[in-house]
């Protein structure tokens, strides 16, 4: 393809998706220039250091590696070499308010026996039927997660009635698996997880139990330097195949043409696109960039209405002391777990008795992140997101002390306080600069926010732009937003009658039909028999 017959395309944020979309649209042959609001690349995937001590900022759990294990290899790389993915031996350590604790791994054998020992040999072959039923569910399931969702008739598809038999949509993950186990704290152990969608068990759709078993299936991983460390070698990758990054230059609006973008505006001036990826928040980017009028079904006044995910209070600790003999990841649930998070969901108050937190003590595997002899302390408390009955600068300092209290009461790791060389503590407010209410799992997950009715990845009341992030299909969390950026870029290229070689990796789906445009660029490619060779209709 001329660079002159290169269709240009635009991405708003640097975050995962924006990366990833970066990497398949110029291996496509696809010229892209992102713009990035600020220093480094990653949102908030990213490592920042303080005062020698490197800290993830979001994301510390790398797992189910499958999809980005694809997008390398359409790339033509290796993600386990290119990223220095080093899988954990002990996935993390749960400790139970009501006792007992669980070293969870991906050895199921090993799993078995440690849930035997815990909760009885009943429990032990509940851990064996949820694999099989969440394996089967997998299976099941994947091509609706790996696909775009565009009405309710899509329910009539074949991928639809395969998950139709798995789906339990009367059933909580919670209640789904009390079905399983007669120990609520195996319940939990299979069930905290849908904090990565930023919502209770209780109240998450059953078909996410799968998230515990993607976790025993493919196991937990840290990139050595950090997790933001992926996004920073994305970056690296993309800058060799082309992608021009704009970095501290903030998208200040959108170019409209009726409802039809034709690219960015920043302090730069005007930048022209044949398509625009939307990698920003999703609510944020619409409320700041997108005048109302054009958005009929997530106006502001719909989106204000729209239930979002919970938010996190955040402890950021450099230590002058090592902890050895604790593990990478921990995770405490509270003795009283459900009024835990009911006061997150339901109440949006602050929880004082017995708070749940997860601790990651990363220099346990990778000590390069902190001074010879210190550690970087993560901690992560789920908290309401922005709400009128909290107001944080009045409670942060207090509750600081209260998750530090926890944190050596329940964690192991004892008198910490008076080993802290530096720290940040961030709160709901704080993650409200980046992503609306400060819901950092952006969108909720319920059944009324899935599939067609979360916004879709190639947007439907815009023309010309796509969706990646959390803020669309398929949701939150780092595998599935890297899905988002390859289901929104399999629909542009196809748009624009591209047709990639990604070197084996499927370049459409299963159950859709291309555009007119794709449907004559396939034609066209399969006529001049030139394998590998991007066609531009």
């Keep these: 393809m001329s660079t002159s017959a290169r269709p240009k395309v635009a991405i708003i944020g640097a975050g995962?998706?924006?990366?990833?979309?970066?990497?398949?649209?110029?291996?496509?042959?696809?010229?892209?220039?992102?713009?990035?609001?600020?220093?480094?690349?990653?949102?908030?995937?990213?490592?920042?250091?303080?005062?020698?001590?490197?800290?993830?900022?979001?994301?510390?759990?790398?797992?189910?590696p499958e999809v980005i294990e694809d997008i390398f290899k359409?790339?033509?790389?290796?993600?386990?070499?290119?990223?220095?993915?080093?899988?954990?031996?002990?996935?993390?350590?749960?400790?139970?308010?009501?006792?007992?604790?669980?070293?969870?791994?991906?050895?199921?054998?090993?799993?078995?026996?440690?849930?035997?020992?815990?909760?009885?040999?009943?429990?032990?072959?509940?851990?064996?039927?949820?694999?099989?039923?969440?394996?089967?569910?997998?299976?099941?399931?994947?091509?609706?997660?790996?696909?775009?969702?565009?009405g309710p008739t899509d329910l009539l598809s074949k991928r639809a009635f395969r998950v139709a038999s798995v789906l339990r949509p009367q059933r909580s993950v919670a209640g789904d698996l009390m079905k399983l186990f007669d120990d609520d704290r195996l319940m939990l152990a299979m069930s905290f997880q849908t904090k990565y969608l930023g919502m209770s068990?209780?109240?998450?759709?059953?078909?996410?139990?799968?998230?515990?078993?993607?976790?025993?299936?493919?196991?937990?991983?840290?990139?050595?330097?950090?997790l933001g460390s992926v996004s920073e070698r994305m970056a690296s990758i993309a800058r060799d195949l082309g992608v021009t990054f704009r970095m501290e230059e903030e998208v200040e609006k959108v170019i409209m043409d009726g409802k039809t973008i034709k690219g960015v505006t920043t302090k730069e001036g005007d930048f022209l696109a044949d398509r625009v990826i939307m990698?920003?928040?999703?609510?944020?980017?619409?409320?700041?960039?997108?005048?109302?009028?054009?958005?009929?079904?997530?106006?502001?006044?719909?989106?204000?209405?729209?239930?979002?995910?919970?938010?996190?209070?955040?402890?950021?600790?450099?230590?002058?002391?090592?902890?050895?003999?604790?593990?990478?990841?921990q995770i405490y649930a509270s003795a009283n777990y459900e009024s835990n998070l009911e006061d997150i969901e339901n109440h949006h108050r602050i929880t004082w008795d017995d708070p749940s937190v997860y601790v990651q003590n990363a220099c346990v595997t990778d000590p390069d992140l902190a001074p010879e002899g210190c550690s970087t302390i993560y901690a992560l408390v789920p908290v309401s997101h922005i709400h009128d009955n909290i107001n944080w600068e009045d409670e942060k300092d207090a509750y600081r002390d209260r998750i530090i209290d926890q944190i050596e009461a329940k964690l192991g790791f004892e008198n910490i306080r008076e080993h802290i060389q530096t720290e940040l503590v961030i709160t709901p407010e704080d993650w409200g600069d980046h992503c609306y209410r400060g819901a950092v799992?952006?969108?909720?997950?319920?059944?009324?926010?899935?599939?067609?009715?979360?916004?879709?990845?190639?947007?439907?009341?815009?023309?010309?732009?796509?969706?990646?992030?959390?803020?669309?299909?398929?949701?939150?969390?780092?595998p599935v937003i890297y899905e988002s950026a390859r289901i929104s870029s399999k629909l542009l290229l196809d748009s624009l009658g591209v047709i990639p070689d990604w070197n084996g990796v499927d370049t459409w789906f299963e159950s859709r039909k291309r555009s007119k445009q794709g449907r004559n660029a396939l034609k066209q490619k399969r006529k001049e028999n030139l394998p590998g060779t991007p066609t531009s209709a």
Excluded at 85 to 92: G, I, T, V
Excluded at 102 to 111: F, V
Excluded at 285 to 304: A, H, I, V
């Design 201 to 226: 068990p209780f109240n998450c759709p059953s078909l996410f139990t799968m998230l515990a078993f993607l976790e025993y299936e493919y196991g937990i991983f840290h990139p050595m330097g950090g």
């Design 74 to 150: 359409a790339i033509g790389m290796d993600a386990h070499e290119e990223l220095k993915l080093n899988k954990l031996d002990m996935n993390y350590r749960l400790i139970f308010g009501q006792g007992g604790q669980l070293d969870c791994t991906s050895d199921l054998a090993e799993m078995t026996e440690r849930i035997r020992t815990l909760s009885g040999d009943s429990n032990a072959e509940a851990f064996k039927r949820y694999v099989e039923d969440n394996s089967n569910k997998l299976n099941k399931s994947k091509a609706c997660l790996q696909e775009p969702w565009y």
């Design 279 to 329: 990698n920003a928040d999703f609510a944020n980017g619409m409320t700041q960039l997108f005048p109302d009028k054009s958005r009929k079904k997530w106006n502001n006044k719909k989106l204000d209405k729209k239930k979002y995910s919970c938010s996190t209070f955040m402890l950021y600790l450099g230590v002058n002391k090592t902890f050895d003999d604790l593990p990478h990841h």
């Design 441 to 478: 799992f952006n969108l909720a997950h319920g059944l009324d926010q899935m599939l067609w009715r979360r916004p879709k990845n190639q947007f439907d009341e815009i023309a010309n732009l796509y969706l990646v992030g959390g803020g669309t299909h398929p949701g939150s969390g780092l």
């Design 16 to 64: 995962p998706g924006g990366l990833a979309s970066s990497l398949l649209l110029a291996k496509s042959g696809v010229d892209v220039t992102v713009f990035e609001r600020s220093k480094a690349v990653g949102g908030r995937n990213k490592v920042f250091e303080r005062d020698g001590y490197k800290f993830d900022l979001g994301p510390t759990f790398f797992h189910y």
